[in-house]
């Protein structure tokens, strides 16, 4: 049975490579350029993230450190506070939270663990006042983008390119 809790610093690591295998699994095995992981590592390490973690606790007691589930750990999302000019300005937009880093490791894909991490972030940004959420997802990721819509998040019609040179689709939802 899946469990949903929040994560600590010490689940870091754990959480960076959930980001590397799904990442590599979605892009056809290339992984991601070293200055993108660098990135989730400091998106994850600021003070106002919040990191959700989906925990198989039967994947610990079976586990070996090769295999990458010794933590029991099969999927992540982070929610941290919005900021101006998506992101990169100095100034948080009152209310609104950022979902963020949303990634199941690829062999349990399919079984709903994508909706179980987006509702406990979108709980947590509740319980931490948020009055509403947003995400950009890939628009090439059809996948993320029914998980998305199937949790009331709506496109708001903006598109960019993001930082791994793909098209992404903001989405927003109230809370």
């Known amino acids: 049975m899946i469990e949903v809790r929040s994560g600590a610093a010490s689940d870091l ?3 960076l490579d959930v980001w590397d295998e799904a990442t590599t699994a979605r892009r056809g095995g290339v992984r ?4 993108a992981r ?4 400091e998106v ?5 993230t919040f990191l959700v973690l989906a925990v198989d ?3 610990d007691a079976e586990a070996s450190p090769d295999d990458g589930f010794e933590s029991g750990v ?3 999302a982070a929610g941290l506070q919005a900021k101006t000019d998506d992101g990169e300005g100095p100034d948080p937009i009152a209310g609104l939270c950022h979902l963020s880093l949303v990634y199941v490791r690829p062999r349990v ?6 909706h179980m991490l987006v509702r406990g972030a979108l709980d947590t940004a509740r319980e931490r006042g948020f009055t509403a959420i947003q995400l950009w997802a890939q628009a090439d990721n059809p996948r993320a983008q029914r998980l998305y819509e199937g949790q009331g998040f709506d496109r708001t019609g903006r598109e960019k390119i993001g930082r791994m040179d793909e098209l992404i689709w ?3 939802r109230s809370l």
Do not use: C, F, M
Not at 32 to 35: I, R
Not at 44 to 48: A, K, V
Not at 109 to 114: L, V
């Open 13 to 15: 690591e754990t959480a």
């Open 74 to 76: 099969v999927g992540i």
């Open 38 to 41: 660098e990135h989730v590592r």
């Open 57 to 59: 606790p039967g994947l």
């Open 32 to 35: 991601a350029p070293d200055d």
């Open 44 to 48: 994850l390490s600021r003070s106002d």
């Open 109 to 114: 894909w399919g079984q709903g663990i994508g």
């Open 170 to 172: 903001h989405y927003q």
